[in-house]
Nanobody, 126 residues
Framework: QVRLVESGGGSVQTGGSLRLSCAVSGYSGSSTCFGWFRQRPGQEREGVATFSTFDRSSNYEDSVKGRFTVSRDNTKNTVYLQMNGLKPEDTAMYYC???????????????????WGQGTQVTVSS
């Protein structure tokens, strides 16, 4: 059974950094799209970054480009989201998700993903 477990959330001040981790267990396929999503209170879940294990490409939502970096450590079967230059508007619950097809872009909505982690809270204060 595939399982995703996020960690690394916390509280930081504006301009700070956090690295979120998504530990993957139960699957190590070659065509997996990992997505990082966030959900602010009262808002829908939105995609912020994706990583494709097929071609190791990444894709970002416009507001996080240049600040967030998604990567994967094959040896640890973990996907990371490095977040730099954090802003108060980045405050949200962050989720890791996986889908087992090659199409991998932040334009895909949450319904495209079949496996989800429990989420980790990120709070950025001004």
């Amino acid at each position: 059974q595939v399982r995703l477990v996020e960690s690394g959330g916390g509280s930081v001040q504006t301009g700070g950094s956090l690295r979120l981790s998504c530990a993957v267990s139960g699957y190590s396929g070659s065509s997996t799209c990992f997505g990082w999503f966030r959900q602010r209170p009262g808002q829908e879940r939105e995609g912020v970054a994706t990583f494709s294990t097929f071609d190791r490409s990444s894709n970002y939502e416009d507001s996080v480009k240049g600040r967030f970096t998604v990567s994967r450590d094959n040896t640890k079967n973990t996907v990371y989201l490095q977040m730099n230059g954090l802003k108060p508007e980045d405050t949200a619950m962050y989720y890791c998700a996986a889908k087992f097809t090659r199409t991998c872009t932040v334009l895909l909505g949450q319904r495209a993903y079949s496996i989800w982690g429990q989420g980790t809270q990120v709070t950025v204060s001004s």
